[in-house]
């Protein structure tokens, strides 16, 4: 190996291996941990059943205090208005539906479930004991 | 009746009149080996007819009805213990069963001429085959649902508060499995609790206390 062919190599290495070499212990990943570590799972949150959770604002859908992943809300049936609507909601003993839930778009009373209501799971979530994912100011309301 | 050509006796005749040939033991002991295996047969024939297999073997099954079952939770669970169509569909009690099996010849026949080949058709008769079931369910105060879920053994204090408080109701005012379980395996027809709520009301008519 002459002067010349070793000044390549080097200026080779110099300028290719040792920025990158740099480069990798400057890197830190996003999630904190190495690459070839393991993601642990998050702990599963816990339906809250058999209390019902206070609103946290006047307006606020009143929570869920039960599991609703089975039921069936579809073109055919809706297996939560089967036990929430009147007069099955004295039977079953249940939550009975708001009256708001049959007004129409015209603001005309029906007798059955407006459309716009129909899919409670959109404004009605089971309650769950979870924690805000960010730190924020927000208060419950009267609290 | 002896037949005037030939003389000989007719195949009813001879069958009917004692054997001069077999002795008593041997025509016993085949008797015996012919019931015997014509038993196990018949049983394994009713065994066979019993299988998730022979039930999906019948396309209108496998897209409508099985489609729907996947993923319930007497399909997959935490312990893989299942209840498959049988389990469910056909009584275990030896009578019932064979009434059962020997109704269930009308499928062959809504097979036959394609009565629900097609999911509009199967859905638009929906509502009178969830009848069926419900009825059957009903009248048999949910025998097939009580192989499994025995009432006594139900550990109330690990159920759910909601469940506890329906069950105990149930059992003191004699309810019945179907009564609230509908539509837990396959999916509920249209007009559901419509026809429920007249099934209910023909039901408490015809069988005021």
């Known amino acids: ?143 | 009746m002896k037949d005037s050509q030939t003389g000989k006796d007719s195949l009813w005749q001879r069958l009917w009149s004692p054997s001069a040939r077999w002795s008593v033991g041997a025509l016993l002991a085949a008797g015996i080996v012919i019931g015997v295996v014509g038993w196990m047969g018949f049983d394994s024939a009713l065994t066979w007819t019993n299988t998730e297999q022979f039930c999906l073997s019948c396309h209108e099954m496998r897209d409508n009805v099985y489609q729907e079952y996947r993923g319930t939770i007497h399909d997959i669970n935490r312990t893989g213990v299942r209840a498959v169509c049988a389990d469910c569909h056909v009584p275990k009690p030896l009578i019932a069963k064979l009434v059962r099996k020997v109704k269930a010849a009308k499928e062959v026949w809504g097979k036959a001429t394609g009565s629900v080949d097609t999911r509009e058709k199967f859905e638009n008769e929906r509502i009178r085959l969830a009848l069926n079931e419900w009825k059957r369910m009903k009248e048999s105060d949910s025998r097939e649902c009580r192989s499994c879920h025995v009432f006594d053994a139900f550990d109330l204090a690990r159920q759910q508060k909601r469940a506890q408080v329906k069950h105990t109701e149930a059992e003191t005012s004699g309810e019945t499995c179907i009564d609230c379980h509908k539509g837990i395996a396959h999916r509920l027809p249209a007009g559901a609790y419509e026809a429920e709520a007249e099934f209910n009301k023909k039901w408490a008519q015809s069988h005021k206390r």
């Open chain 1, 1 to 143: 190996m002459n002067a010349k062919t070793l000044a390549l190599v080097v200026a080779f290495t110099v300028t290719f291996f040792v920025p990158a070499a740099v480069k990798a212990a400057e890197v830190r990943s996003l999630r904190g941990a190495d690459v070839d570590t393991q993601d642990v799972a998050p702990e599963t949150y816990r339906l809250q059943d058999g209390v019902a959770l206070d609103r946290a604002f006047r307006q606020q859908p009143p929570l869920v205090p039960h599991q609703v992943e089975k039921y069936e809300i579809d073109l055919k049936v809706n297996q939560c208005v089967r036990c929430h609507e009147w007069p099955n909601s004295d039977k079953e003993k249940t939550v009975k539906m708001s009256d708001f839930h049959y007004i129409d778009q015209d603001g005309v009373v029906r007798d059955v479930v407006d459309g716009r209501r129909y899919f409670c799971l959109a404004c009605h979530v089971p309650q769950l004991d979870a924690k805000p994912l960010v730190d924020n100011e927000f208060r419950a309301a009267g609290k």
